[in-house]
Nanobody, 131 residues
Framework: VQLQASGGGLVQAGGSLRLSCAAS????????MGWYRQAPGNQRGLVAT???????NYENSVEGRFIISRDNAKKKVYLQMNSLKPEDTAVYYC??????????????????????????WGRGTQVTVSS
């Protein structure tokens, strides 16, 4: 199993970045994919999810600015990040969990330690937003 995230970098506030995550070694189509982020001194937090059926959900602070999408043929998930703010600075991780094993996606953002529900993780990619 491998999840490989890429696309991070340094961007000015108000700018955009597109993260990609390439998956291999598991049945991508039946998995809910998630993007998490972790800033220094903070816990890893869920940012966005996309279900196996394509339903999307977002953490409140990124709603309207970030867009998660997936390409099942390419086994990739993306996170388009627009109107970036300095507080978006973090290491971003992609993760996967079989959709059937998860509660209703919109409820994931209310579950403490929700990361334990995702069994597959990639190495993170650093996003730094300068003011």
């Amino acid at each position: 199993v491998q999840l490989q995230a890429s696309g991070g970098g340094l961007v000015q506030a108000g700018g955009s970045l597109r993260l990609s995550c390439a998956a291999s070694g598991f049945n991508f189509r039946i998995n809910t994919m998630g993007w998490y982020r972790q800033a220094p001194g903070n816990q890893r937090g869920l940012v966005a999810t996309i279900s196996s059926g394509g339903a999307t959900n977002y953490e409140n602070s990124v709603e309207g600015r970030f867009i998660i999408s997936r390409d099942n043929a390419k086994k990739k998930v993306y996170l388009q990040m627009n109107s970036l703010k300095p507080e978006d600075t973090a290491v971003y991780y992609c993760a996967a969990a079989e959709s059937i094993s998860l509660p209703t996606p919109r409820l994931l953002f209310k579950i403490p330690n929700v990361s334990r529900l995702f069994g597959y993780w990639g190495r993170g990619t650093q996003v730094t937003v300068s003011s």
